[in-house]
T-cell receptor
Framework: SQELEQSPQSLIVQEGKNLTINCTSSKTLYGLYWYKQKYGEGLIFLMM?????EEKSHEKITAKLDEKKQQSSLHITASQPSHAGIYLCGADGVGSTSYGKLTFGQGTILTVHP | DAGVIQSPRHEVTEMGQEVTLRCKPI?????LFWYRQTMMRGLELLIY????????DSGMPEDRFSAKMPNASFSTLKIQPSEPRDSAVYFCASRRGFGYIQYFGAGTRLSVL
């Protein structure tokens, strides 16, 4: 089955600093999704990547998928307290019992100190 | 669209009681997912449906858990009897299919005393 490894597991930064979260797969990624979750709330979709080398940005967040489609990164520029939360990557599964569902990494807890 | 709608948002019950969680997926979405999230175990997929048919229920912890999807606009997750270790946040999610965004509901926070 496909497994996703996120690093780091937790991250504490000072407001204004840049940071990167990584998501690595044991298999080729056919679709990679980034989500953010605030404590006690549902997961909010951030960005979707499907093509090798693809890069997308929204406000101060940039997501990339490498050419081999086995690693993705999420980069936040000039972090703010509003960026704090749990970031999860999810990937489309393949195979008879996996088709249609997303496999998620364990999440990265981001804390931003003012 | 209103998004994925879950009810109730919070549920407090006593051990041994039956608990029913409800979910209304986004219209037109063929896949519906039930997840459980705890600090210890993170986000776990319990079961998912495609066109109202259960596809994979290998994540359902034990026979006390059951899920149904009687039609395309409604699903339930039932726990009977409930136990304190079932305390968690339960999420419902839906998506159109492979390659499409999966949307999550706000979750039901379950506390079993």
């Amino acid at each position: 089955s496909q497994e996703l490894e996120q690093s780091p597991q937790s991250l504490i930064v000072q407001e204004g600093k840049n940071l990167t979260i990584n998501c690595t797969s044991s298999k080729t990624l056919y679709g990679l999704y980034w989500y953010k979750q605030k404590y006690g709330e549902g997961l909010i979709f951030l960005m979707m990547l499907q093509k090798g080398g693809e890069e997308k940005s929204h406000e101060k967040i940039t997501a990339k998928l490498d050419e081999k489609k086995q690693q993705s990164s999420l980069h936040i520029t000039a972090s703010q307290p509003s960026h704090a939360g749990i970031y999860l990557c999810g990937a489309d599964g393949v195979g008879s019992t996996s088709y249609g569902k997303l496999t998620f990494g364990q999440g990265t807890i981001l804390t931003v100190h003012p | 669209d209103a998004g994925v709608i879950q009810s109730p948002r919070h549920e407090v019950t006593e051990m041994g009681q039956e608990v029913t969680l409800r979910c209304k997926p986004i219209s037109g979405h063929d896949y519906l997912f039930w997840y459980r999230q705890t600090m210890m175990r993170g986000l776990e997929l319990l079961i998912y449906f495609n066109n109202n048919v259960p596809i994979d229920d290998s994540g359902m912890p034990e026979d006390r858990f059951s899920a149904k999807m009687p039609n395309a606009s409604f699903s339930t997750l039932k726990i009977q009897p409930s136990e304190p270790r079932d305390s968690a946040v339960y999420f419902c999610a839906s998506r159109r299919g492979f390659g499409y965004i999966q949307y999550f509901g706000a979750g039901t926070r379950l506390s079993v005393l």
